[in-house]
Antibody
Framework: AVQLVESGGGLVQPKESLKISCAAS????????MYWVRQAPGKGLEWVAR??????????YYADSVKGRFTISRDDSKSMVYLQMDNLKTEDTAMYYC???????WGQGVMVTVSS | DIVMTQSPTSMSISVGDRVTMNCKAS??????VDWYQQKTGQSPKLLIY???NRYTGVPDRFTGSGSGTDFTFTISNMQAEDLAVYYC?????????FGGGTKLELK
């Protein structure tokens, strides 16, 4: 069965950094584009980042709200996708979900809280 | 970015009701609209893809329709377990964008 399991969330102060991870299983990870989507408390869904596959040069894309601060990466040998978040702002506080191409499977999410 | 406007934002419904909600795109997105269900404390779950295709295992009381800029999602016979927030999402052009959600509550 397809599984996506996020980890690494927590409480950080503004301007600090945090790296969250997503462990994938149950499908051919190297063939799948991967995404991060977030949801601020009580709010709707916001796409954050995308990383394509090796044949597509691992091209990355970002929402304007995080461009220049967040970096998505992947390790196909470990079936892992990461989100490095730098210069965090209070408005980045959200549940972060990992999801794969077609958005058909989602992880349970990991909470990131940015507060002083 | 394409704006997806969902309506209504909330609905008070009874078990057995027929529930219809809408999603309007700010520009033509073809049939590239998906519908998701999110129950409290859970991650979103894909119900309908490409406007009208029911995802694997999704009960047939859930249907989607539309193309271009106007899309409709219907629950034909509301069940208690269907209480949730429903989101539309367009994937026709980057970035993918979501509607604001329609929350279903018991009357």
């Amino acid at each position: 069965a397809v599984q996506l399991v996020e980890s690494g969330g927590g409480l950080v102060q503004p301007k600090e950094s945090l790296k969250i991870s997503c462990a994938a299983s149950g499908f051919t990870f190297s063939n799948a584009a991967m995404y991060w989507v977030r949801q601020a408390p009580g709010k709707g869904l916001e796409w954050v980042a995308r990383i394509r596959t090796k044949p597509n040069n691992y091209a990355t894309y970002y929402a304007d709200s995080v461009k220049g601060r967040f970096t998505i990466s992947r390790d196909d040998s470990k079936s892992m996708v990461y989100l490095q978040m730098d210069n965090l702002k209070t408005e980045d506080t959200a549940m972060y979900y990992c999801t794969r191409r077609d958005f058909d499977y989602w992880g349970q999410g990991v909470m990131v809280t940015v507060s002083s | 970015d394409i704006v997806m406007t969902q309506s209504p934002t909330s609905m008070s419904i009874s078990v057995g009701d027929r529930v219809t909600m809408n999603c309007k795109a700010s520009q033509n997105v073809g049939s590239n609209v998906d519908w998701y269900q999110q129950k409290t404390g859970q991650s979103p779950k894909l119900l309908i893809y490409k406007a009208s295709n029911r995802y694997t295992g999704v009960p047939d009381r859930f249907t989607g329709s539309g193309s271009g800029t106007d899309f409709t999602f219907t629950i034909s016979n509301m069940q208690a377990e269907d209480l949730a927030v429903y989101y539309c999402m367009q994937s026709n052009s980057y970035p993918p964008t979501f509607g604001g959600g329609t929350k279903l509550e018991l009357k």
